[in-house]
């Protein structure tokens, strides 16, 4: 939310894991739309996002992101994330019924 305009500028999903030994924040989308990319949005909410968590008890967060998305990547890394798990898929020729 842009709090000079009250325009809704995205949104983020998530929740706080407790994984016994520790509790996680964990991102399930992170979204600015498209006309309020670049702007500095994304860099604010994820520092907001690091205070809720930090007073939920959270030490750390987690989040995933698509290989081609490079500019969100970027911003992830700027702002502390590292690489830690990769997933792979493999698309497979299914023939479509109907």
């Known amino acids: 939310m842009d709090s000079a305009t009250n325009t809704n500028v995205g949104f983020i999903?998530?929740?706080?894991l407790d994984e016994g030994v520790h509790?996680?924040?964990c991102i399930?989308?992170?979204m600015v739309f498209d006309e309020?990319?670049?702007k500095g949005y994304g860099k604010a909410s994820l520092s907001e996002l690091d205070k809720f968590a930090e007073s939920?008890?959270?030490d750390g967060l987690w989040l995933s992101v698509w290989v081609k998305n490079s500019t969100a990547k970027s911003l992830y890394e700027?702002?502390?994330f590292e690489g830690?798990?990769?997933?792979?898929?493999?698309?497979?020729k299914v023939e479509k019924k109907g």
Do not use: A, D, E, P
């Open 84 to 92: 830690t798990y990769l997933w792979m898929q493999k698309k497979l």
């Open 36 to 38: 309020f990319q670049n």
């Open 28 to 30: 399930n989308h992170i």
């Open 78 to 80: 700027k702002m502390g």
């Open 56 to 58: 939920k008890g959270c």
């Open 23 to 25: 509790q996680t924040f």
């Open 13 to 16: 999903w998530g929740s706080v």
